[in-house]
T-cell receptor
Framework: DTEVTQTPKHLVMGMTNKKSLKCEQH?????MYWYKQKAKKPPELMFV???????INESVPSRFSPECPNSSLLNLHLHALQPEDSALYLC???????????????FGPGTRLTVT | GQNIDQPTEMTATEGAIVQINCTYQ??????LFWYQQHAGEAPTFLSY????GLEEKGRFSSFLSRSKGYSYLLLKELQMKDSASYLC???????????FGTGTRLQVTL
């Protein structure tokens, strides 16, 4: 099983709403990632978790709050978003953080978020 | 900072060979990945280079020159399904920071 699943596929939310994106993998990977991708742009790294601990936060605004409740799950909690936060949010996982050996990152299908 | 450049768009004919270039200026280089992304879908892994030279995987090959900050992806025997965006991504640091290039949109025509 080399699948990363994400729910929901699509999400429309108002600027005052609170919602969560979910990501799950059952490959035994210990590193998980959130990326944001705007239309016709490359993915941009937001957060990296390793062994359920946050290891990279790319200066993401606090209205995005990641959570890694266990090694298989990664959540992204959303609150008071702006219309410019509308994008495709991609989750990825890899066997471990890259050190001496580059592990392949597997991407999920993404959640397309629209903030109104 | 990181600077990773690719041509924006390329067009090639079915059955032909196409080379997509990527130049980068980064700190703490740990390797370079190539990903394919079809419109509306997630990126999928194509290849990885950490040492200089050519890596071949079927119809796809990738080359790296670390001294020149340069890589290319070579696609042979092009098929219509190869029409997609191709993303060069550089790995830096020990915490798996992957920075993607601007991406190259490839159109394969008959």
């Amino acid at each position: 099983d080399t699948e990363v699943t994400q729910t929901p596929k699509h999400l429309v939310m108002g600027m005052t709403n609170k919602k969560s994106l979910k990501c799950e993998q059952h490959m035994g990977h210990r590193a998980m990632y959130w990326y944001k991708q705007k239309a016709k742009k490359p993915p941009e790294l937001m957060f990296v978790y390793s062994y359920e601990k946050l290891s990279i936060n790319e200066s993401v605004p606090s209205r995005f709050s990641p959570e890694c409740p266990n090694s298989s799950l990664l959540n992204l909690h959303l609150h008071a978003l702006q219309p410019e936060d509308s994008a495709l949010y991609l989750c990825a996982s890899s066997q471990d953080l890259l050190g001496d050996f580059p592990y392949e990152q597997y991407f999920g299908p993404g959640t397309r978020l629209t903030v109104t | 900072g990181q600077n990773i450049d690719q041509p924006t768009e390329m067009t090639a004919t079915e059955g032909a060979i196409v080379q997509i270039n990527c130049t980068y200026q980064t700190s703490g280089f740990n390797g370079l990945f190539w990903y394919q992304q079809h419109a509306g879908e997630a990126p999928t892994f194509l290849s990885y280079n950490v040492l200089d030279g050519l890596e071949e995987k079927g119809r796809f090959s990738s080359f790296l020159s670390r001294s020149k900050g340069y890589s290319y992806l070579l696609l042979k025997e092009l098929q219509m399904k190869d029409s997609a965006s191709y993303l060069c991504a550089v790995l830096t640091g020990t915490a798996s920071k992957l920075t993607f290039g601007t991406g190259t949109r490839l159109q394969v025509t008959l």
